[in-house]
DNA sequence: GCCAACGTTGGC
DNA sequence: GCCAACGTTGGC
């Protein structure tokens, strides 16, 4: 069996949590809430470990891209938004004694220069990232350790 | 605002 | 179990 993912890519909507929230956070550390696709549940539920490196990712803005470096908090628990009617990520269907939806908490280490879309497909080492494939749609995905490697240790040193 | 791509739902 | 319709994501 290969060795699990040790490194993951988070999107985030900045006017939702932006890097800069999360570091203006107590520990700079935020409950992420809000996940509600089960591919990305079972990542964090099954996959993610505490001390996991994470990059943080802007979506659904003006330049989408990574900002910022970030490390898995916490394992799983329950997504207390989704017992929350008031709330866009209430789901009534999801019971309190078996709560379809989780969440982990994300400590921010770092912010950084916003590393775009564009700038991420020109590099040809990167063309196979989740990120980069046509119609993407996980909030959740792993990142392979060679690719972290040349984002964190080059792209973004 | 548009629309491609994808996941989910529900009729059969 | 199939698959069409629908809703959502997310870049542009």
């Excluded at 017992?83 to 770092?110: C, E, G, K, N």
């Amino acid at each position: 069996m290969p060795p699990a993912p040790r490194y993951w890519l988070m999107k985030s909507e900045p006017d939702e949590c932006s890097i800069d929230d999360a570091l203006a956070a107590p520990d700079a550390t935020v409950a992420w809430t809000g996940v509600r696709n089960y591919q990305a549940r079972n990542f964090m539920r099954d996959a993610m470990r505490v001390g996991d490196g994470v990059l943080f990712y802007h979506s659904s803005c003006a330049e989408p891209g990574i900002v910022g470096i970030a490390r898995v908090a916490s394992g799983t628990r329950a997504d207390p938004t989704q017992f929350d009617a008031a709330s866009p990520y209430f789901d009534a269907t999801s019971r309190l004694d078996d709560p379809r939806w989780l969440l982990l908490d994300v400590q921010a280490v770092r912010k950084t220069r916003v590393l775009g879309l564009p700038e991420l497909r020109a590099v040809p080492a990167l063309a196979d990232m989740v990120v980069l494939r046509k119609g993407n749609r996980l909030s959740v995905m792993p990142v392979e350790a060679a690719h972290w490697a040349l984002i964190v240790g080059e792209l973004l040193a």
